[in-house]
């Protein structure tokens, strides 16, 4: 994923903390759908018994939102990438081709 956001353009150097938190909040809602799957998302509560609602439930939610904020931030949803206008990274030039290729001048 971050090659094809440098790539576009969408992800620089900077940007390491934002792509770090969004990996974070992205393997907190793995683990907990996981724990979703598993248990479900109402469990009997231990002291009284009673149904509610399963706090990895909560979690992957918490984490669920986390990561669309994050999206939107790269660009990475429908609307989002609408309306953003960025020039992706021009190529180092290499600088064999400007001393023996095309760019030769004559005169």
Known sequence: MSRRLAKLGLLT????AALAAYCTAYGRWVEAERNVQKY??????PDKGWPV?????SIANKAMEQMH???TEF???PSSRSRIQ?????????????????NQRTG
Do not use: R, W
């Open 40 to 45: 479900g998302t109402v469990i009997l509560s």
């Open 75 to 77: 660009g990475m949803t």
């Open 13 to 16: 150097e900077i940007d390491g």
């Open 86 to 102: 960025v020039e992706p990274p021009q190529e180092a030039a290499d600088p064999f081709e400007e001393l023996f290729g095309g």
């Open 53 to 57: 609602q399963s706090p990895y439930l």
């Open 69 to 71: 904020k994050f999206l």
